[in-house]
């Protein structure tokens, strides 16, 4: 009897042990599906950085998202193994031994370079970590590498392809080679995409997050201006850079948000004015079930600026995610009337004024708190451009961003006036029309509503929301007033959870 039951016991065990062993796969896996499994002793982290490092030796010669592999990744695993082993505080972090990849303007103060995909900053050497990075170590998470992305976060030439900088050169949409894989943050969200990496950082000036995340069929967070810290991030403009999570799911989203918000005393008016929005104990608690009933979302069929290309064939897609925010109780509040439209869409117009002024004076300034640098100054970087054009190493695309931005002398009564006419064009459009309406967030289709967002600060997410006949993904854009994160949140959950649109890239492209 004794017997029985023992072997019956064993039996057991060992069937629950298959079990486990054989339900775990690290493609597709959620922080939560990795911590769990580190916990049931299935995973370490070394084992996990193994994995990526060997996905990223196989996949980023097709794909071009990842620059550079941090040497000390293993041993970052280790440590994170050994701490979770020691029972260690710090382990009980959701990002503990999860490794991530940052795009290459944000800053670490290790073997990796921080270049913005630009030769010109391969020999620099910052004086230390972004502050995201900073509270991304802090937590134990494992700096992975950096990743791809347009070069100078595609603000060297708008002419430059999408995804392309002279180190990696030009990165691949993994859902098909003839697509668009967007920037600026491109590798950021192909190395998610390709499962490369768990998670990834990435920057938006102007819809650099939300455009790779939504042709890339990731999920992107692009925060209020401010949430999270920028200091040690190759600017644009401290006016409207932001930086955010792009992750394979929204939970994996907040976590990574979690992770990285809060005050910086290296950006410290914008972190201190930006944390009063962060909620108590964080924005798990948002990620709940019937996020969407009773959101009022806004819908602006027949304003192309403010998201909707006035063309038919867009709306029809998109009518079937209309009808599941409906049934899943969100309101949607159509025929948006914006006042005095024409007059505000053209105060749109001075942004590239605006950013070439701040680019000069903001990248000036990044230059020059480097330790060590090539370049130190804007006119550097253009001569470091026209001394190596044509050579092989670097693809002789023009620079006509920077030659512009070069002209610009500071503020002056031109850009003060752009940078008033933007400011103007959000309180008269973007939060009149939110308030006015009592709207909880506009519902914009892929990327097109991110100018609003971007000259206003404002915070949006991108949520995958199915595939084109090309098998090309899309995504559907939530963008709120600022601090509205935990209700965006709400609602992006609340989206993904009833449609599950999200698809790992087929295998088909990756041969
Ligand atoms: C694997 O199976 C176990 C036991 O059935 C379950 O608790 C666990 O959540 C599963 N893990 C994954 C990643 O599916
Ligand atoms: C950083 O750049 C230098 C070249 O200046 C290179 O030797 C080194 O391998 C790079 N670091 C990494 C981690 O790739
Ligand atoms: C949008 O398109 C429809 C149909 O083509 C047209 O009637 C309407 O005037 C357009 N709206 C705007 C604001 O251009």
């Known amino acids: 009897m004794m017997i029985a039951i023992a072997s019956f016991i064993l039996l057991f065990l060992l069937l629950l042990q298959t079990v486990n062993t054989t339900n775990f796969t690290i493609k597709e896996a959620t922080i939560d599906d990795i911590q769990s499994a580190f916990h049931q002793n299935k995973l370490t982290s070394k084992h996990l950085v193994q994995f ?85 170590r802090e937590q134990g998470a494992i700096i992975l590498g950096k990743a791809s992305l347009s070069e100078w976060a595609h603000f060297r030439s708008f002419n430059a392809p999408s995804g392309w900088n002279a180190r990696a050169k ?19 969200a192909i190395s998610v995409a390709t499962n490369m990496v768990t998670v990834s950082l990435g920057t938006e000036t102007d819809g650099s997050i939300l455009c790779p995340s939504s042709a890339n069929s990731i999920v992107g967070i692009k925060p209020t201006l401010g949430l999270t810290s920028r200091a040690g991030v190759v600017p ?47 924005y798990l608690k948002h990620l709940k079930s019937g996020g969407l009933k009773g959101k009022r979302l806004g819908l602006m069929r027949a304003y192309p600026s403010f998201g909707f290309a006035n063309d038919t064939k867009t709306l029809n897609k998109f009518e079937k995610h209309f009808d599941i925010l409906r049934r899943n109780g969100a309101i949607l509040i159509e025929n948006l009337e914006i006042t005095n439209f024409k007059s505000i869409i053209s105060m749109f117009n001075g942004e590239t004024l605006a950013l070439e002024a701040e680019f ?52 002056g009564k031109l850009e003060n006036e752009a940078i008033l006419n933007l400011a103007k064009a959000s309180k008269y459009g973007f939060e009149k029309l939110m308030m006015d309406n009592k709207l909880d967030a506009l519902v914009t289709p892929y990327s097109d509503g991110s100018t609003p967002l971007a ?57």
Do not use: W
């Open 52 to 136: 990526y490092i060997s996905e990223i030796h196989k996949l980023n010669p097709i794909y071009k998202a990842v620059i550079e592999v941090n040497p000390d990744a293993l041993l970052q695993a280790q440590k994170a193994d050994q701490e979770r082993k020691d029972n260690a505080p710090k382990s009980r972090f959701r990002l503990h031994g999860i490794p991530v990849l940052v795009k290459d303007n944000i800053a670490t103060k290790d073997k990796l370079n921080t270049t913005a995909g630009s030769y010109a900053l391969l020999k620099s050497m910052v004086p230390r970590d972004a502050g995201v990075v900073k509270k991304l």
């Open 170 to 188: 030009q990165a691949v949409n993994p859902y098909g080679a003839s697509l668009d894989p967007c920037g600026s943050s491109t590798g950021s």
């Open 236 to 282: 644009i403009s401290p006016r409207q850079d932001t930086v955010g999570p792009m992750c394979r799911t929204v939970r994996d989203a907040v976590y990574v948000l979690d992770a990285i918000v809060g005050f910086d005393k290296n950006d410290a008016v914008a972190t201190r004015r930006a944390s009063k929005y962060i909620p108590k104990g964080g």
């Open 360 to 411: 000069k004076l903001a990248l000036n300034a990044y230059l020059k708190q480097l330790v060590a640098s090539p370049v130190r100054s804007l006119a550097d970087v253009i001569a470091f451009n026209k001394k190596h054009a044509g050579l092989e190493m670097i693809k002789e695309y023009s620079q006509d961003l920077f030659l512009e931005a070069e002209k610009t002398n500071g503020i």
């Open 455 to 511: 000259i206003g600060g404002y915070p949006g997410i991108s949520v995958p929301a199915g595939y084109d006949e090309n098998e090309g993904p899309y995504g559907i854009c939530f963008g709120g007033l600022k601090g509205s994160e935990p209700t965006l949140i709400e609602i992006a959950y609340g989206f993904e959870q009833a449609t599950k649109f999200r698809k790992p890239p087929p295998i088909k492209n990756q041969l």
